[in-house]
């Protein structure tokens, strides 16, 4: 296999008779957040929500989101795909048909849903389909994954409107999936918080420079 094609292949998703098999027993992960101390599994505490979202590799999109106020734990993770409890070497490989993503643990007395979908909009391209500037597979495609009706209904209200800003700009169609929340399976534990670990780590994430306004 050229490659071309490989890179073509892990831009197309896998369907349930391709996917990798998976595993019963979950990944192992840190009690606490390195960063905030907390929690990084539930349960937690009562009052707060949760988000889900892909804009990437998960290294650079999990440190935008733990330095907003308001965010009470993030963690780093699989989900959107087949495999069950998939490592991220078989995630890589292209046939779990996972996306790498981030749980946002919020407190909504503090800050809302919509600020966090500004951070998602205006800090990655969701135009790029499956990538994410050099970072080329399905594990790196945009995508809200939605808790409740609510969180679906903010995340396509922004998306029409990031739209409408982008044409302006003459960029691009949002390829952005926006569904239901799956099973969240957690990355393997030197994923989680990596950037606080390495300060100058790789982090390949960037937005288009349009503003959602």
């Known amino acids: 296999m050229s490659l071309i094609d490989l890179i073509n292949k892990k831009s197309i998703l896998p369907d349930h008779s391709e996917a990798l098999q998976g595993r019963k027993q979950e990944m192992e992960v840190p009690e606490k957040h390195f960063v905030k101390g907390t929690p990084m599994k539930p349960p937690f505490p009562r009052g707060l929500e949760k988000a889900l979202f892909g804009m990437g590799c998960f290294w650079g999109v999990e440190k935008k989101f733990w330095e907003l106020d308001g965010v009470y734990s993030t963690a780093v993770g699989y989900s959107a795909g087949l495999t069950p409890n998939p490592n991220y070497k078989e995630v890589c490989s292209g046939m779990t048909a996972h996306n790498e993503t981030v749980l946002v643990v919020f407190n909504p007395e503090i800050m ?61 169609i949002i390829t952005t999936e926006i569904i239901d929340a799956k099973e969240f399976y957690y990355a393997e534990h030197y994923h989680q918080q990596y950037l606080a670990k390495n300060p100058n780590g790789y982090c390949g994430v960037g937005g288009t420079g349009v503003l959602l306004k």
């Open 112 to 172: 809302n849903y919509e600020q966090l979908l500004l951070t998602f909009w205006q800090e990655h391209d969701p135009t790029q389909g499956m990538r994410q500037g050099n970072d080329v597979g399905t594990q790196y495609r945009s995508g809200i994954y939605f808790f409740n009706d609510s969180q679906k209904t903010k995340a396509n209200q922004t998306r029409e409107k990031y739209q409408e800003n982008l044409h302006a700009e003459n960029l691009g």
